[in-house]
């Protein structure tokens, strides 16, 4: 193999490894600031664009509909909530806890020409959050 090809292999590897971890470090609890109502994680999202705007798939598993704060900012979308720690019995005792509890804010950042909240849906444990493109004066 040659020299360029290896390295060019090599720099693949490198960028799904660190593309790994940052997808990682979203799935699992952090420190996100001060108080008793600090976020302590991020949820994953997915962002797809159109020709009609901006559609924003969250997983939200285990969140109540009724608590989820979306706000359109100058630009940005933040989504706020509380996923509540469950056990399904008083007397369990707790052996894993995988999916992330607690408060979580995620605000992606958005660019280009301004846009406007046209819908949203919770579904199946996901928020889709639609935007369309503001229309122009």
């Known amino acids: 193999m040659s020299g ?14 660190l593309d790994r971890a940052e997808r990682l470090q979203r799935q699992f ?27 924003l798939l969250f997983a939200l598993p ?27 019995h008083p007397d369990a005792v707790i052996r894993r806890l995988e999916i992330p509890h607690g408060r979580f804010i995620r605000r992606v950042a958005l660019t280009g020409v301004p846009l406007t909240v046209s819908a949203t849906r919770y ?8 935007l369309q493109r503001a229309m122009e004066k």
């Not at 285990?62 to 399904?88: C, M």
């Open 29 to 55: 609890a952090r420190y996100l600031g001060p108080g008793g109502g600090a976020a302590v994680w991020e949820p994953p999202v997915d962002v797809l664009e159109s020709a009609e705007g901006v559609v």
């Open 62 to 88: 285990g969140v109540a509909p009724e608590e989820i704060d979306v706000r359109l900012e100058p630009g940005a979308l933040t989504v706020s909530a509380e996923r509540r720690l469950k056990l399904g």
């Open 4 to 17: 360029e090809r290896h390295y060019g292999w090599m720099w693949v590897e490198a960028l799904e490894v």
């Open 123 to 130: 579904e199946r444990g996901c928020l889709e959050v639609h």
